[in-house]
């Protein structure tokens, strides 16, 4: 997609913090952190949201959920952390691209609406 912000950022197009990279999925440092540690988990291939989520591309989000918890590890969330996408307008959704946050580093708000 030429027009998404996270394709580009995939690409190198525009600048991130990166912090994992393999074959499918890309991570890098939220630009507007909300918890000490904020990492973005995506796709590389371009998938709007969870509602883009089917049979064909569903490995990836699979991978996703493999590489969470290296990527917690490593940012050393020892003692837990947050998945959290959003999914639409209501949900705050911002980036048209499917994202998950991953938030730690401290004891987390338990308000979910
Ligand atoms: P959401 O609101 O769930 O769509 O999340 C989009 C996230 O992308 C927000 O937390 C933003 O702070 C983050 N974001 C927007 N632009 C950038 C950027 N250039 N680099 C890193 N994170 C970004
Ligand atoms: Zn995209």
Known sequence: MSDCLFCKIIAGEIPSTRVYEDETVFAFRDINPQAPTHVLVVPK???ADCNGVSAENS???AHIFEVIPKIAA????INGYRVVSNCGSDAGQ?????????????????EMA
């Open 45 to 47: 291939a371009h998938i």
């Open 74 to 77: 490593a940012e050393g969330l």
């Open 59 to 61: 490995a990836v989000v």
């Open 94 to 110: 911002t980036v048209q691209h499917l994202h998950f946050h991953i938030l730690g580093g401290k004891v987390l708000n338990l």
